[in-house]
Each structure stands twice: as structure tokens, then as C-alpha cells.
T-cell receptor, first 112, second 117 residues
Framework: GEDVEQSLFLSVREGDSSVINCTYT??????LYWYKQEPGAGLQLLTY?????DMKQDQRLTVLLNKKDKHLSLRIADTQTGDSAIYFC????????????FGTGTQLKVEL | GAVVSQHPSWVICKSGTSVKIECRSL??????MFWYRQFPKQSLMLMAT?????????EQGVEKDKFLINHASLTLSTLTVTSAHPEDSSFYIC?????????????FGPGTRLTVL
């Protein structure tokens, strides 16, 4: 089955860049997503990338996709304290299914 | 656009009672909604896929008689936890798919915290 892994924790200083990494195993993935979850809240869609793209930039967010290595990353430029949250990557497999497979989540802590 | 709400946001109930959680897509129609369960410091676990006008599809290991799902309209799906027990205490999150193709984005509700005493 599909497996999506993330590192558990990342700590950065305010103003620095954060890079959150994700690896997946399903080579047929069509879309890959990044979601943000703040404490006690649901998931907020941050951005997504289609599997035939290498990079997508959206304001402070840059997504890089290495399809060969099945590696996805989210870079947050000028990280702020409000960026502290858990970040989940998720992949949508090919074959027309609806089911997202979520990563284990990375807790980002932004320190002053 | 693409706002999904859940009600209630939190609920505390006694063991043995049933609890209904609503998931609404506020500004779009959703033919497909999903119900997830999240334990503390863990990822989301898909419980079932809810399709408007048809029976829900449950994931392996999820008891359909325990977690009743009804998707009566294009903007509302409900999850009823029947005869709840303390082990059912969890954070339940729904999502709604905007559009009918598999690649359409899922938008998530804010979640419902269920505590069973």
C-alpha cells in the first residue's frame, strides 16, 4: 500500500526559511498536497502540485517535487511565529480514486 | 469560497449514548464527503467515503454499524457515533470534494472533538 513519511519535528528561528520534507512510495500519484493544521483545528489547504511539475511557488511557499526519488518538500520563506503548526503532506494516487494518503505530519516550531 | 463547517465543534457525552456530527459545505455542492479520525499527535485516518444519495464506503476495520453515515444532500453529510464508549473519544474531521473528478481538491472542516466519559 501507499506510505507517506515525514520527519516529526522542525524548529526554526523567526525570519529563517523552513523546509519540510515528505517521501512517498506510490509512483502513480497524480497530485500532492500540503496542509496546515493549527492546534485543535481542521486542515487548511496550503498548496498542491501536479505530478508532472517540478516546482510551484505561491507567495512565501515553494513546493519542490522530485518524482524520480518520490520526494516532496515545502519551503516557507521568512518563517513567522504564526507558521507554527503541524504540516501534512498528502498524495492522491492515480487510477481515479478519491482517497488521499496523509503523511505522518511535521510539527514546525518557530522561535523568536 | 470552499468553506466546510462542522457542528458541533466539541461534544462531551456519557458512555452508551449516540452522538451526531454534521458536516456542511457552505458555498459549494459536494457529491463526495470524507470522514476522518485523528488521535492526538497522529495523522488522519480515513474512516469512510460518503457519496450523496448512496451508501457510504467504509475503510477496512471501521464498523459501519458503529459509525453511521448519511449523505442526504449535496451540502450535508452526518456521522453518528452509536453507543459511544471512551475509546471512541477522538477528533473527527470531515472533508468535502469540490467537483466530481478524482483530482478535485478536498476542503476540510474545522473538526469535532468528541469526549466520551
Amino acid at each position: 500500500g501507499e506510505d507517506v513519511e515525514q520527519s516529526l519535528f522542525l524548529s526554526v528561528r523567526e525570519g529563517d526559511s523552513s523546509v519540510i520534507n515528505c517521501t512517498y512510495t506510490d509512483s502513480s500519484s497524480t497530485y500532492l498536497y500540503w496542509y496546515k493544521q493549527e492546534p485543535g483545528a481542521g486542515l487548511q489547504l496550503l498548496t498542491y502540485i501536479f505530478s508532472n511539475m517540478d516546482m510551484k511557488q505561491d507567495q512565501r511557499l515553494t513546493v519542490l517535487l522530485n518524482k524520480k526519488d518520490k520526494h516532496l518538500s515545502l519551503r516557507i520563506a521568512d518563517t513567522q511565529t504564526g507558521d507554527s503548526a503541524i504540516y501534512f503532506c498528502a498524495e492522491l494516487p492515480g487510477g481515479g480514486g478519491n482517497k488521499l494518503t496523509f503523511g505522518t505530519g511535521t510539527q514546525l516550531k518557530v522561535e523568536l | 469560497g470552499a468553506v466546510v463547517s462542522q457542528h458541533p465543534s466539541w461534544v462531551i457525552c456519557k458512555s452508551g449514548t449516540s452522538v451526531k456530527i454534521e458536516c456542511r459545505s457552505l458555498d459549494f455542492q459536494a457529491t463526495t464527503m470524507f470522514w476522518y479520525r485523528q488521535f492526538p499527535k497522529q495523522s488522519l485516518m480515513l474512516m469512510a467515503t460518503s457519496n450523496e444519495g448512496s451508501k457510504a464506503t467504509y475503510e477496512q476495520g471501521v464498523e459501519k454499524d458503529k459509525f453511521l453515515i448519511n449523505h442526504a444532500s449535496l451540502t450535508l453529510s452526518t456521522l453518528t457515533v452509536t453507543s459511544a464508549h471512551p475509546e471512541d473519544s477522538s477528533f473527527y474531521i470531515c472533508s468535502a470534494k469540490r467537483g466530481s473528478t478524482s483530482t478535485d481538491t478536498q476542503y476540510f472542516g474545522p473538526g469535532t472533538r468528541l469526549t466520551v466519559l
